[in-house]
């Protein structure tokens, strides 16, 4: 989130759209129910189904799953060609004035460097176009043609209120009244938040879906200030934690990457993040990477990183592409994969193309589950009829179930969606021998250092180099992890004039301490400060609140720095006054930078020196065009998902997402709309936690039962009863389940033709409390976003017959 | 945001409200204490409950109830009525606005209403089984409950469910035990959106005015408090954004009132009853002098016993 759950409460409008916040984040919809009930707050939901959420909504429209860029698009075309913009702030804040190359293109739904035997784009062309002093050349009038905010009147005019109607399936009216609700706070007096969820990433365009949302709500002003933002809300409570600690495929914690086969030294890596600013005066803070950088290798290699040896950059792996789930998978489906660790993870159930995932497993030569509850995919080797159709004689996995405690049988910090990092402490002993993640991992690793030491191997030299001196190797404490995370001084850091600012051993208030020559550690930058030379800050429960707007300063430790708003600066004029009384947040006090927050911004740096508020940014301002920093465009396309009901009727050459990776045999398995002519999505209910609440007792009893959902029109159509069991089937798999006939669920009308959509909730699984079901995954497609190979599991096609036999 | 009912100190102490304070008790008469405790009532928002259920997993898990896993049948709502283990359900309702041609997806909390009335209490032949604190609470007390299930058709609301395992009557206490020690019921406590709050009557219809306000201004223009008159007010109470139509909810009644055949039970029936009853005793009397008294013989305790086996 770019602001927070309580910054909710500051919103005058609430958009939810590609999530169903009331469903699966209820606790954090509370902040939405009390900007309704008390600052007048409206509330617009846009969803294929009639939700929870939109129970909740002032205004609910219909859209078809999988066509939201265009639907935002068209917010996006409404905002320009009505003028309701916030002119000063697109002007002063965003790369609106930007020139661009006169090489880039758009055509036919291509951009300019598209090479369809690869699959990819040569991004070279989606360039600002620079001046001889280096820096780019800008048209602050905002009329040059080939200036970013020209280019944008021009790509989005196609995407009109008809074309809605005619692809999403949503009525002209409905989608004017949202155009007309996001316009009404284009003016810095009013704000309007953004939340998402998996609704908009689980799709192959899916990272393009919130790019237009980031535009509008630009373009809106929306960025920076109290009740505004685009706000992904995460889906476990601490994901958002084991997103920053660097579970990503191809990064370190912090967000920092690992390096490629084409970077083989330090200097390689780090020359191609110089990040040199765009336009003079500018911030552009990740000129500091190669101190985080060096830091995070201190941690990692501890002495053994040393000037000489690059600070041990040589014992990191070199990425040879990425290893994605869907990728690793695919590996295992070949035979290519001994073993798999599943840590808190149930594959089985989670990853698409369940009938693949099984023939993968099978694969294995060994499966360790590390859970603390038994997972299907701990049992996929076990027959259950239909539902897990297998001959155990023929798997020859080996699998090994370690059982891990709970998060409230152990202490340590829970990072949420609002960067909130909130400490738990220990509330029950684990039961019988269930050991913590920690000890698991430390006791592997030292059996494996072993291993190495005594009888050598790949990587020996890594794995000896990684330091582990811990006071117990095998028990590292959560005290000695954090100090590990949050870095300290190696040796007395001084300022300029030789003054000790820190001394060597204490630990790092701020980042802004870290070093690039080996006098710091720290392995995850932006938490640094949250256990800082005061003490544990994710400790603090201070609720003291004295704005009022929600911002809690004193209230655990929101990274980074403890900003609780990114981008901040941008709550405030150019000149550093607030844009209105209403939304005064951050602002120039003649001598620095207040407010209720910590500033995004050098707190002295006087709003004279034109610093932009979007310090992260080479640019110094935030990006309405994203340079070549996408896959699949530095402007959003409508893509249609790829197995679809109709062609893509906006640029009828495009399938799919046109350099979405796709693997040979996940290409076979698309199916097409004259066999499953009905749009399928999946979610999750309120009554269920994932895979894991099945397990539950009292959550089983609150929805015991895998469901369909489907409208009254579908259920006449195909002689489907209420409540009769049903079998909904893709190319990949099929499912059954009970018919749960709605009218929350219509009929769309696209292109003149209604088509379908079902509903089909994920929660359920052979294993646990609730009545047994066959994984829902065995219906998804395996193929994943351009950018974040996140899988498509929001739109793809079914088809839908009735069981014969009694009601239940 | 209404301020909650903070967490009360852990150091045990006094009841607030005992025997003492019982304004009504079923089938025997009690003297009223002389001041009546201030009154108390939780508040349900229809228009702010998303449906999540977490009250009804809360009462489960404070009132240390198990359910059965059932079915799904096509709705939401599970399990599909109130048993003598779920005190309290979500009943879903798809809504078609004819005014405005919007679907409305009603989600309302069912459960005891705790009249001021009660209905139940008021049809209950067992003494004691039923009674009224002065702060309206209504609660049953199982050890005096006959099983006989005239609460039920007492009941305006139909709350009441007669356990098959002990054949004692069950349903919501407003977490009497909670609001003893300063604390909210189970299920305010769990509500994420404050779609539940507890407090004093009068402070929860001051926060349903409040609540109608903001309806109001988003067109809702027959939304109200639902504190029907016809049980004499209700300590449980709903905001519904169509008051006018308390039935489309789920079957929420109109005007709920005590059926007719309780109040003649209660009114000429009664006494004539009573006349019968004391002749009958006398005869039972007469019956004991001339005969001895009923011995409880061996089998009969073994088939007590198997037939209360199960429920803890």
Avoid at chain 2, 27 to 45: C, M, N, Y
Wanted: charged content about 25%.
């Amino acid at each position: 989130m770019t602001n927070s759950w309580m910054d909710i409460k500051n919103a005058d409008v609430v958009w939810i759209m590609g999530g169903n916040a009331a469903e699966a984040h209820p606790c954090g919809f509370k902040w939405v129910t009390e900007a309704k009930a008390e600052r007048g707050a409206k509330l617009m939901v846009v969803d294929p189904r009639f939700n929870r959420s939109a129970a909740m909504a002032d205004h609910y429209a219909p859209i078809r799953s999988g066509s939201d860029i265009t639907f935002l698009s068209a917010v996006i075309n409404h905002l320009l060609t009505n003028d309701k913009i916030h002119k000063e702030y697109v002007r002063h804040y965003t790369n609106a004035a930007f020139i661009v190359k006169d090489e880039y293109e758009f055509n036919e739904g291509l951009f300019s460097g598209y090479d369809e035997s690869k699959r990819s784009y040569d991004r070279s062309t989606w360039e600002y176009k620079f001046g001889p002093d280096g820096f780019a050349i800008r048209d602050m009038t905002l009329s040059d043609p080939r200036c970013v905010f020209q280019l944008m009147k021009k790509h989005f005019a196609q995407y009109t209120p008809e074309l809605v109607q005619r692809v999403c399936g949503t009525p002209k009216d409905k989608f004017l009244k949202v155009a007309e609700w996001v316009a009404s706070t284009a003016n810095g007096e009013r704000a309007m938040t953004i939340m998402y969820a998996l609704g908009w990433t689980q799709h192959s365009h899916g990272a393009q879906n919130i790019r237009c949302a980031a535009m509008i709500q630009l373009l809106c002003g929306n960025i920076g200030i109290p009740g505004g933002g685009v706000n992904a809300l995460r889906g476990h409570s601490n994901v958002q934690g084991i997103t920053d600690v660097g579970t990503l495929t191809a990064a370190i914690p912090g967000y920092l990457a690992l390096p490629t086969e084409q970077e083989p030294t330090l200097e390689s890596h780090l020359s191609k993040r110089a990040f040199k600013p765009l336009t003079p005066n500018q911030t552009s803070y990740w000129q500091n990477y190669r101190k985080f950088y060096v830091s995070f290798l201190k941690t990692q290699f501890g002495a053994n990183a040393t000037k000489e040896n690059e600070f041990g950059y040589n014992y990191l792996p070199k990425l040879d592409g990425i290893y994605d789930c869907i990728k690793m998978f695919d590996l295992m489906h070949q035979g290519k994969t001994n073993g798999l660790i599943c840590q808190g993870f149930n594959p089985l159930m989670a990853i698409p193309n369940s009938n693949k995932s099984r023939e993968a497993l099978s694969k294995l030569k060994f499966l360790v589950s590390m859970d603390p509850i038994e997972t299907d995919t701990a049992r996929f080797w076990e027959n259950h009829g239909e539902f897990n159709n297998v001959d155990p004689a023929k798997i020859q996995t080996e699998v090994f179930m370690l059982p891990v405690t709970s998060f409230a049988e152990e202490e340590g910090s829970v990072t949420n969606s609002s960067r909130l990092i909130q400490w738990r402490w220990k509330a029950a002993d684990p039961y019988y021998e269930s050991k913590t993640d920690i000890d698991i991992l430390a006791d592997l690793f030292v059996r494996m250092r072993k291993m190495y030491e005594k009888d050598g191997g790949k990587g020996k030299d890594a794995i000896l180099a990684v330091d582990w001196s811990y006071k117990d190797p095998l028990h590292p404490s959560v005290d000695e992890l954090q100090a590990e995370l949050n870095g300290r001084a190696l040796v007395d850091l001084k300022d300029a004039e030789g003054k000790v600012v820190r001394a060597a051993g204490q630990r790092l208030a701020s980042f802004g301490e870290m070093r690039d020559d080996g006098s710091t550690d720290g392995c995850m930058w932006i938490y640094t400060g949250f256990y800082g030379p005061t003490g544990n800050m994710a400790q603090r429960r201070d609720n003291s609140d004295p704005s009022g707007l929600g911002v809690y300063q004193n209230w655990g430790f929101s990274w980074p720095a403890n900003r609780r708003i990114q981008y901040n600066r941008a709550s405030a004029d150019p000149d550093g006054k607030p844009w209105s009384e209403a939304k005064k947040y951050m602002y120039w006090n003649g001598e620095r930078w207040t407010g209720p927050d910590v500033p995004d911004y050098v707190p002295t740096i006087p709003p004279e020196r034109a610093v932009g508020p979007f310090i992260m940014n080479a640019e110094g301002v935030s990006r309405l065009w994203v340079r070549g920093l996408m896959a699949d465009g530095p402007f959003p396309v409508h893509m249609e998902p790829f197995e679809s009901p109709v062609p893509n009727l906006v640029f009828p050459k495009l399938k799919g997402n046109p350099v979405a990776r796709v693997f040979k045999n996940d290409m076979e398995a698309l199916g097409a709309s004259k066999d499953f002519p009905i749009v399928g999505t999946t979610y999750r209910l309120t009554e269920h936690f994932h895979y894991w609440t099945k397990s539950v007792h009292a959550n089983a009893v609150m929805q015991p039962e895998f469901f369909v959902e489907l409208s009254e029109e579908l259920a006449r159509e195909k002689g489907i009863r209420h409540g009769q069991m049903v079998r909904i089937w893709s190319k990949r798999g099929e499912v059954k389940g009970k018919a749960v006939v709605t009218k929350r669920i219509k009929p769309f009308m696209i292109d003149g033709k209604p088509v379908h959509q079902v509903g089909l909730p994920l929660n359920f699984g052979f294993i646990g409390e609730t009545k047994k079901a066959s994984p829902i995954n065995g219906l998804t497609s395996a193929i994943g976003d351009s950018n974040s190979q996140t899988p498509e599991y929001k739109a793809f096609l079914v088809n839908i017959e009735p069981i014969a036999g009694p009601v239940a | 945001m209404f301020t909650p009912v903070p967490n009360p100190t852990t150091n045990p102490g006094p009841a607030k409200f005992g025997e003492q304070d019982l304004i009504r008790r079923s089938a025997s008469t009690v003297t009223p204490p002389a001041k009546r405790q201030t009154e108390v009532a939780k508040l349900i928002d229809v228009s702010k409950c998303i449906g999540c259920k977490a009250c009804q997993v809360a009462c489960l898990e404070w009132n240390n109830l198990t359910e059965e896993v059932g079915i799904n049948v096509g709705v939401y709502d599970n399990p599909h009525d109130l048993t003598p283990n779920t005190w309290t359900l979500m009943r879903y309702t798809e809504y078609e606005n004819a005014e405005t041609g919007n679907l409305e997806w009603l989600i309302r909390k069912d459960g005891c209403m705790h009249c001021e009335d009660p209905g139940c209490l008021k049809a209950c032949p067992a003494p004691g089984a039923i009674v009224q604190y002065s702060n309206g609470i209504v609660d049953f007390v199982h050890d005096k409950c006959i099983g006989c299930g005239y609460c039920v058709k007492g009941c305006p609301f139909n709350i009441p469910r007669i356990s098959k395992v002990d054949a004692k009557a069950y349903k919501c206490t407003l977490c009497v035990d909670r609001v003893a020690v300063g604390q909210g019921p189970a299920c305010q406590k769990a509500c994420p959106t404050q779609a539940i709050v507890f407090g004093t009557k009068d402070e929860m219809k001051q926060w349903a005015d409040h609540r109608i306000k903001d309806l109001k201004s988003r067109g809702f223009k027959n939304a109200g408090l639902y504190d029907p008159p016809g049980v004499k007010g209700t300590h449980v109470m709903y905001v519904l954004q169509h008051n006018d139509k308390p039935q489309i909810y789920a079957g929420l009644p109109n005007n709920p009132s005590i059926s007719p055949v309780v109040e003649l039970w209660k009114g000429a029936t009664k006494y004539a009853g009573l006349t019968a009853i004391g002749a009958f005793a006398a005869i039972g009397f007469l019956h004991h002098l001339l005969t001895g008294a009923n011995r409880v013989s061996a089998e009969d305790e073994k088939n007590a016993e198997r037939l209360t086996e199960g429920r803890s």
